[in-house]
């Protein structure tokens, strides 16, 4: 099965703490199960909600870990805008 798009568009939809999207290098993932479990609290997680969280992802140096965790809530990847 192909792998779900999403617009930004439809992922700024998912910003609450009940519902929340986060995109990391373009993939999207459904972050609402692990809002509870962050190690980096809840936070910074619903402020990143709906968005383009990669540079704040990135800036904190998350472990190989981290990385894997991630993985577990992927579901689809962003379409970029085609700006012909
Ligand atoms: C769903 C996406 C994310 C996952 C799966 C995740 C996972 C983790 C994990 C496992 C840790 C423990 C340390 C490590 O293993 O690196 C951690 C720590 C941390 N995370 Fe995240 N993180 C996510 C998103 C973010 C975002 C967007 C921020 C925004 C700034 C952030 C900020 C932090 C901070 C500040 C810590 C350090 C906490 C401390 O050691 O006191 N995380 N995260």
Redesign the pocket.
């Known amino acids: 099965m192909a792998a779900k798009e999403f617009t930004y568009q439809d992922v700024a939809e998912h910003n609450t703490k009940k519902d929340l999207f ?1 995109v ?1 290098h373009d993939k999207v ?1 459904d ?1 609402t199960k ?1 809002i509870d479990e ?3 609290g809840e936070e ?2 619903l402020d ?1 909600g709906g968005q383009d ?1 990669t540079e ?2 990135e800036d ?1 140096g ?2 190989d ?2 990385r894997e ?2 993985e577990k ?1 992927y579901v689809g990847n962003v379409k970029r805008k085609v700006t012909w």
């Open positions: 986060i990391i993932y972050s692990f962050h190690p980096g910074v997680l990143v969280a704040a992802f904190v998350h472990s870990e981290a965790t991630l809530y």
